[in-house]
């Protein structure tokens, strides 16, 4: 019998930090149209993934990042749980 491995691979959301992006796009000056035009997204979606509404896909973030000259990691949220916290379960 022959056995075949199949990888996939799926491409979950990330948590954006809606406050943390907007804070960083209005000290760079950016108004909410302006810097939805240079991350190629709607300004509405925007304003949802800044207001903790939506989470975007990788590469929406990724645009994100790169309009802000930051990393994703610095406009995410901290998913991850502390070991204490999951033992108070």
């Known amino acids: 019998m022959l056995l075949r491995w ?3 691979s ?3 959301p990330v948590q954006p930090d809606g406050p943390e992006i907007r804070r ?6 950016y108004g909410l149209r302006r810097f939805a035009k240079a991350a190629q997204i709607h300004h509405a979606y925007l304003s ?4 903790g509404e939506r ?3 990788p ?5 994100i990042a790169s309009v802000l000259g930051c990393r994703i990691s ?3 949220r901290d998913t991850t749980e502390r070991n204490d916290e999951l033992e108070d379960r």
């Open 74 to 76: 610095d406009i995410q």
């Open 59 to 63: 590469e929406v973030m990724a645009r």
């Open 55 to 57: 989470r975007p896909q």
């Open 48 to 51: 949802r993934i800044e207001r």
């Open 24 to 29: 960083q796009r209005e000290h760079r000056g």
């Open 6 to 8: 199949v990888s996939l």
């Open 10 to 12: 799926i491409v979950l």
